[in-house]
C-alpha cells in the first residue's frame, strides 16, 4: 500500500504570495490532518478533514485554509505569506479520525516551505 | 494551560544501551498518549498509543508507559541501535482536536 505522499517537497515563495500544498492519502483513509513544524514551535496542529469536511481547527489565522475532495486528496492554503510561516507542513491521515483521534495516523514526508 | 513538556532536551548514548525518554503534561480532559519517532528530513511515525485505562503498551524494543494519575509517561528503548538516532516526540490529546498538543521532543543520538 503506498503510503501519504505530499507535493511539492520543497517550495519558496515571496512575502504577500500565497501557496497551495497538496496531499493524497493513503488509500481507504478519509481523515486528512495537516500540521505546521518549526525550529521555535514544534509541531501544531492546523485542521483536519473528513468526507470533504473541516472537522476540527487549531489556533491558526484564517490565512490558513484548506480542503478535501471526493476521493480523500487534500490541500492546504496559506494566503499572504509571512516570514513566519517557514515551516515544514506535515499532512497524515487515518481511517476514521474519530474525536478520540485512536487511529494510528500515517505521515506523509512534508513539504519545506521557504519564505523568503 | 495545556502543556507537554518532554526530558531531556538531547541525549546522547552508546549503541547497546538502554534508554528513557520523559513526557510530563497538563492536557485535560485526558484522552491518549501517543509516541512519535521522527527522522531527520522525515515525517514522524507513531510508536504507541495509550488511553487513560493502559499503563504500558510495547512496540519491538519501545516500551511506553502511563501514570494518569501524575500526568506523567516514559518511553523506555532498549538495546539501542544507530537508526534509533532521532527525535521523539509526545503528544497528548484531549477530548476535542483543539487540546492536541505536541511536546517539543527529545533528540536522541546513539553513537557506536
Known amino acids: 500500500k503506498a503510503g501519504v505522499t505530499q507535493t511539492p517537497r520543497y517550495l519558496i515563495k515571496t512575502r504577500g504570495q500565497q501557496v497551495t500544498l497538496s496531499c493524497s492519502p493513503i488509500?481507504?483513509?478519509?481523515?486528512v490532518s495537516w500540521y505546521q513544524q518549526t525550529p521555535g514551535q514544534g509541531l501544531q496542529f492546523l485542521f483536519e478533514y473528513f468526507s470533504e469536511t473541516q472537522r476540527n481547527k487549531g489556533n491558526f489565522p484564517g490565512r490558513f485554509s484548506g480542503r478535501q475532495f471526493s476521493n480523500s486528496r487534500s490541500e492546504m492554503n496559506v494566503s499572504t505569506l509571512e516570514l513566519g510561516d517557514s515551516a515544514l507542513y506535515l499532512c497524515?491521515?487515518?481511517?476514521?479520525?474519530?474525536?478520540?483521534?485512536?487511529?494510528?495516523?500515517?505521515f506523509g514526508p512534508g513539504t519545506r516551505l521557504t519564505v523568503l | 494551560k495545556n502543556q507537554v513538556e518532554q526530558s531531556p532536551q538531547s541525549l546522547i548514548i552508546l549503541e547497546g544501551k538502554n534508554c528513557t525518554l520523559q513526557c510530563n503534561y497538563t492536557v485535560s480532559p485526558f484522552s491518549n498518549l501517543r509516541w512519535y519517532k521522527q527522522d531527520t528530513g522525515r515525517g514522524p511515525v507513531s510508536l504507541t498509543i495509550?488511553?487513560?485505562?493502559?499503563n504500558t503498551k510495547s512496540n519491538g524494543r519501545y516500551t511506553a508507559t502511563l501514570d494518569a494519575d501524575t500526568k506523567q509517561s516514559s518511553l523506555h528503548i532498549t538495546a539501542s541501535q544507530l537508526s534509533d538516532s532521532a527525535s521523539y516526540i509526545c503528544?497528548?490529546?484531549?477530548?476535542?482536536?483543539?487540546?492536541?498538543?505536541f511536546g517539543p521532543g527529545t533528540s536522541l543520538s546513539v553513537i557506536p
Open positions: 503528544v497528548v490529546s484531549g477530548t476535542s482536536y483543539d487540546k492536541v498538543i
Open positions: 495509550m488511553t487513560f485505562s493502559e
Open positions: 497524515a491521515s487515518s481511517s476514521s479520525g474519530s474525536l478520540g483521534w485512536l487511529d494510528t495516523q500515517y
Open positions: 488509500s481507504g483513509h478519509r481523515s
